[in-house]
């Protein structure tokens, strides 16, 4: 990735941000990290990966890192629909568990699909809402 399509790709998350963040999220402190190589969820290179989130609820400030590569590779569309999603997981994580409490029943797989068909839902009726 040279280094304008890294601005290019940039300037269409910040599109995003501007179109979704206060309509979803407002109040949170949100910081959009662009990251350029070894894209890392949990601690672990995850190079197919687009986009995660570390949500601090309490406090409602997030932190959304963005794999460019990947983002590059993806239309308007698909980024729209994970920028939503990782929106979502700002939503949705108060319900994981944390350390010391009871984490029997919980799955991440469960709050991936949640944040998958909320953000469909949110275009879908934002797209309706425009078209109307």
């Known amino acids: ?14 599109a995003l941000d501007e179109k979704w ?8 402190r949100i910081t959009l990290a662009y990251v350029r190589e070894d ?19 309490p ?10 590569p990947q983002c590059l590779q993806n239309d ?4 729209e629909e994970a920028f939503v999603h990782e929106l979502c997981h700002l939503l949705v994580n108060e319900l994981r568990w944390r350390e010391g409490e009871d984490k029997d029943g919980y799955r991440l797989e469960h ?8 953000a469909r839902a949110v275009i879908r009726v934002s797209n309706l ?4």
């Not at 406090?59 to 460019?68: D, E, P, R, V």
């Not at 308007?76 to 980024?79: I, N, Q, R, V």
Request: glycine share 2%; aromatic share 8%; net charge negative.
């Open 1 to 14: 990735m040279n280094d304008q399509e890294h601005e290019a790709t940039k300037a269409r998350i910040r």
């Open 21 to 28: 963040t206060e309509r979803l999220v407002a109040g949170w």
């Open 39 to 57: 894209f890392k969820v949990n601690d672990e290179i995850s190079p197919g990966t687009l986009a995660s989130s570390d949500a601090h609820w």
């Open 59 to 68: 406090y409602k400030f997030a932190t959304i890192s963005f794999n460019m």
């Open 76 to 79: 308007d569309e698909e980024l």
């Open 111 to 118: 709050e991936e699909h949640t944040c998958t068909i909320l």
């Open 129 to 132: 809402a425009i078209s109307a």
